[in-house]
């Protein structure tokens, strides 16, 4: 663990005289970016048709056979580098079996105890800094296909669309211990795998989903306790009710002197509570052994080496070479890498212009525009290169910062150059000495009273002198010259 | 000219080449057999009229260029066939119509062949007998109420009758050779990896493996050069070079070294298999090849192994059959309780055994025991014929413990029954290739038959071998046609 995390705030559940830790490890499900199956060649585009994505060997037909996506291996490599873990050379597909409507195979293909990725770690970015939290190790698997229960009142309807799509489970180790860092973690693996390509992160779809592992211990205390599994939640959010929900359920159990049982349970996000599902001696028995059907998946070192070379640059590195290269500081890099998009745009705007000014006008003006119409980078209504010319524009002084605010409202409305808009309505800043000086002489003699009142000391109308040059000129007047010409005249 | 249905493939292929016969004249011949020959119970689904159709179709626009000009042949019901219904002798499937093709039976029309039927088999290839077919008994032509061996038993009995001139099996643990043996008929199990299992319903996957049923080892290896090949939609197909088995039979086989395993000598051996094997090693002796005493020492392990092997990936593999998606489906009145009556009523009782068994061994407390155990045995007999290998090029044994029994002798003793596959499991295992040749008779005048094993991808050595036994020994089929009035 990193120095810096202890003095992040605690995360601890106070009862009576005990204060209790939680801890919390996540296995989260992450869809493999692809175009088609893990196993066969049928598409994944999400929102299609129910039952119009699916091949023979994703229904499971007598005969049908396996046969591996080699670029979904290929996006597990990645991801596995991205998480700096361990690729194992030889990993095991394995089928765990289970009946239900929705697995055509009566078994999902998915990897036990040879998963293709091994032990890594993940630096989340905390406000007071950052904290390393182990990666167990991530292994290949198959969707299921979806059972729909609500559309006829008499039948389950199943929807085999999703059935073979390929999943990453990312396995935690126990790291984790606040709702805060668990909101840091799974963000920053959503920005790890949309560097990489291999995840859209996208979890209204679906694309990321998460089983969280919780116990509860006295503050202190080396021994872990006994966990509760709570299944597939898709939302950071519900994450985070979840767990304080569970992890409060559990100290209350503790504190009233009862035991944890280990057990599966569910979230209802309607009543904001988890329900036990089933025990431990309940738990399916998976019969896993190795899938006939497949070889054990062996790697050559060449085919490794090839996907390192293409791993582009990620958070971390690229946070790094922002702060050492742009001067940035460790929050300001944190907000621009934390998404890929928005260190695109950062780094288009950053190139042709001032990376100070591009950094404050992102962060600030943008972020709340894009906010305000709930947007995202991608679709946002100014380009990088116009506000890299706005930029530009205030820097060559050509127009004043609070100028730039009106025509970045301007630009918004169809992606307008700044530069047209500043011809057009002639909002050129005024920085000739002579011009300017016109104005403050008019000015001056128009406000004799206050003059006099200024130079017997009441040095705060220089203000008052100040607004009514800006008022005079439009708004056009460099504000710095003014300032200049008006303390000469004045004193 | 004699009788059509008389003819061995190999000839059928080259009259229709000299257009001496017509595949409609030879599709029609076998067609007239097949239904008077109702009673053997070999067919499952008749495929005649589509047949003679398309062996008209190949009469007018003919390629002679093909390996199996307009040659009709009946297939084992485990194939599953584009438009033909596929049942694996179960009623799970009994109305199950696929609508895709297995590779193997692509590559049989790809050259030519015409599809006139489905031939019976135990149920899900369970069984060493044919008497586990949800579609009834099939009669071995060899005599009456004489299983015809399993569980490719439809396959046997079709082509040992002549309702089919060669036909194709699967082989998991003697599914081939057994019944071949049982008939007097030719069955080839290719190493593993040679033929596609595509399209094929699995029984035990590590294990199935479609092969050649055949009247002679000529027709074998025509038909083995028709069906294997490499198959990128099975992941344990084998990219190697496939020989041209036929154009390079040779009965040659001097030099040759022949081991023989003296752990298949077991205990209670009838007289006349001993006699029989000693028949072989003797022509192989007089054709200038070795014999060599050789060394299986876990021999005695594999029918255990085996038995915990196949039904494991076996309880897997059927739990597709739920009825949610495609065949039989029961009443329920939930999920749980529509899986239970769908399985319960759609399967047979072997085959519950050996899901019941497979889901045992592979449980958790018990998997270490038995399915881990199985696996590491399961090596050291594979190592058992690497090291034997090393001092020869093949390996003789008996193909089956006995000759074909009766119908009903064995249907309440399972273990009796699973030991028929002593000889013939051990290969399977290794993933090795054998044939089972018909080499004599019991004092009943049953066929039985005698197995070369070879090394792996050695097809080519194991026919010519049994090409060498085949022109010495003689055999002649005693087939009264007992079932035609």
């Known amino acids: ?358 950094t404050n006008w992102i962060t600030g003006e943008l972020f709340a525009l894009l906010n305000e119409k709930n947007l995202e980078i991608t679709e946002s209504p100014i380009s990088s290169k116009n506000l890299s010319k706005l930029i530009n524009l205030i820097k060559k002084g050509t127009i004043s910062g609070k100028i730039a605010k009106t025509i970045f409202e301007l630009m918004s409305d169809g992606d307008k150059d700044p530069e047209k808009i500043v011809e057009e309505k002639g909002l050129k800043q005024q920085s000739d000495p002579k011009e300017l000086e016109k104005i403050i002489d008019k000015i001056i003699s128009e406000n004799p009273k206050n003059v006099e009142l200024y130079k017997s000391g009441k040095d705060k109308l220089f203000g008052f002198f100040v607004g009514q040059v800006m008022k005079s000129s439009g708004g056009k007047a460099n504000p710095q010259l003014v300032n200049e010409i008006l303390k000469k005249k004045l004193n | 000219m004699s009788n059509i249905i008389d003819l061995k493939l190999f000839e059928l292929v080259e009259k229709i080449k000299k257009k001496e016969i017509s595949s409609t004249e030879v599709t029609k011949a076998f067609i007239d057999r097949s239904q008077k020959s109702k009673k053997l119970n070999s067919y499952i689904t008749e495929n005649f009229e589509n047949a003679l159709q398309k062996a008209k179709q190949f009469d007018e626009k003919p390629d002679f260029n093909k390996k199996l000009p307009g040659i009709p042949l009946a297939v084992k019901d485990l194939f599953c066939t584009k438009n033909i219904r596929t049942t694996a002798g179960s009623k799970i499937l009994e109305n199950f119509i696929p609508t895709y093709e297995s590779t193997v039976t692509q590559n049989i029309l790809n050259e030519g062949g015409i599809i006139i039927g489905k031939l019976n088999c135990d149920e899900f290839a369970m069984g060493s007998s044919n008497e586990t077919s949800f579609f009834g008994n099939v009669q071995n032509p060899i005599s009456e109420n004489l299983v015809p061996g399993g569980s490719s038993g439809g396959s046997s009995s079709a082509l040992a009758a002549k309702l089919t001139p060669a036909t194709i099996g699967t082989d998991t643990g003697g599914s081939i050779r057994q019944p071949a043996s049982f008939t007097g008929t030719v069955g080839l199990k290719p190493t593993y990896g040679s033929c596609s299992r595509y399209g094929i319903v699995a029984f035990a996957s590590s294990l199935d493996q479609a092969g050649p049923m055949t009247q002679n080892v000529k027709d074998c290896a025509l038909m083995l050069e028709v069906i294997s090949s490499y198959d990128n939609k ?52 007089d054709n200038g090849g070795e014999i060599i005493e050789i060394n299986l020492p876990n021999t005695n392990y594999a029918l255990p192994t085996y038995y915990i092997v196949a039904p494991a990936e076996a309880s897997s593999n059927l739990a597709r059959y739920d009825g949610v998606k495609y065949g039989f489906r029961s009443k329920g009145e939930n999920l749980i309780d529509m899986y239970e009556k769908t399985r319960s009523e759609g399967f047979g009782d072997e085959v519950k055994r050996r899901i019941m068994i497979g889901t045992y061994v592979l449980s958790s407390g018990y998997y270490d025991a038995y399915y881990l155990k199985a696996q590491k045995v399961r090596r050291l007999i594979k190592n058992d014929f690497d090291e034997a290998y090393k001092k020869v090029d093949a390996i ?81 089929n005693n087939i009264n046609d007992w079932w035609i009035n």
């Open chain 2, 234 to 285: 099975d992941s344990t197909s084998v990219d190697f070079k496939r020989g041209q088995y036929l154009k390079d039979i040779n009965e040659n086989i001097k030099g040759k070294k022949i081991g023989i395993p003296k752990q298949y000598r077991v205990d209670g051996m009838a007289k006349e298999i001993e006699e029989l094997w000693k028949k072989g090693m003797k022509i192989i002796e």
């Open chain 1, 1 to 358: 663990m990193d120095k810096l995390s202890k003095e992040n705030k605690e995360y601890l559940i106070k009862r009576n005289t005990n204060e209790y830790e939680v801890v919390i490890g996540l296995e989260v499900h992450a869809q493999v970016l692809s175009e088609s199956k893990l196993f066969s060649t049928s598409p994944t585009k999400f929102g299609s048709e129910p039952n119009t994505q699916v091949s023979l060997v994703d229904a499971a037909f007598p005969g049908m056979l396996p046969v591996i996506n080699e670029f979904c291996i290929k996006q597990a490599i990645k991801t596995g580098i991205g998480l700096n873990a361990k690729i194992n050379k030889k990993s095991i597909f394995d089928r765990k079996n289970y009946f239900y409507a929705d697995l055509p195979q009566g078994y999902q293909i998915s990897q036990y105890k040879n998963p293709i990725v091994g032990e890594g770690t993940v630096t989340l970015d905390l406000p007071n800094g950052e904290k390393k939290i182990g990666i167990e190790r991530l292994h290949l698997e198959q969707d299921a296909g979806k059972s729909i229960h609500d559309i006829d009142p008499n039948n389950t309807l199943v929807d085999l669309n999703r059935s073979g799509v390929a999943l990453m489970e990312i396995v935690s180790k126990p790291d984790l211990r606040s709702l805060d860092e668990v909101n840091s973690y799974i963000k920053k693996l959503r920005s790890i795998m949309r560097y990489l390509g291999t995840c859209d992160g996208n979890m209204q779809e679906g694309s990321l989903r998460a089983d969280v592992n919780v116990s509860v211990r006295k503050k202190g205390s080396k021994e872990l306790g006994t966990r509760c599994e709570i299944k597939n939640v898709n939302s950071i959010k519900f994450m985070q009710m979840a767990i304080d929900y569970e992890a409060n359920r559990q100290v209350d159990v503790l504190e009233e002197g009862g035991s944890i049982d280990q057990e599966t349970r569910l979230f209802d996000t309607k009543k904001n509570e988890t329900r036990s599902m089933r025990s431990k001696e309940d738990a399916h028995d998976y019969r896993y052994f190795p899938d006939p059907d497949l070889l054990p998946l062996e790697l050559d070192e060449n085919f490794i080496n090839d996907i390192k070379k293409n791993i582009p640059e990620l958070p971390d590195e690229k946070k790094k070479r922002f702060i050492e290269k742009f001067k940035l500081s460790p929050y300001e890099a944190n907000i621009l890498v934390s998404d890929i998009d928005t260190s695109k745009y950062f780094e288009e705007v950053s190139k042709n212009s001032d990376v100070k000014l591009a």
């Open chain 2, 396 to 476: 003789l044994t008996p193909s089956t413990p006995s000759s074909a029994f009766k119908i009903g002798e064995k249907t309440n003793d399972p273990v009796s029954m699973y030991l028929n596959d002593i000889f013939t499991v051990p290969i399977n295992l290794a993933g090795l290739p054998a044939i089972s040749i018909p080499a004599g008779h019991d004092k009943s005048g049953y066929p039985l038959g005698l197995q070369v094993i070879g090394k792996a991808f050695d097809e080519q050595n194991i026919l010519n071998i049994a090409y060498s036994i085949e022109k010495n020994i003689n055999f002649k």
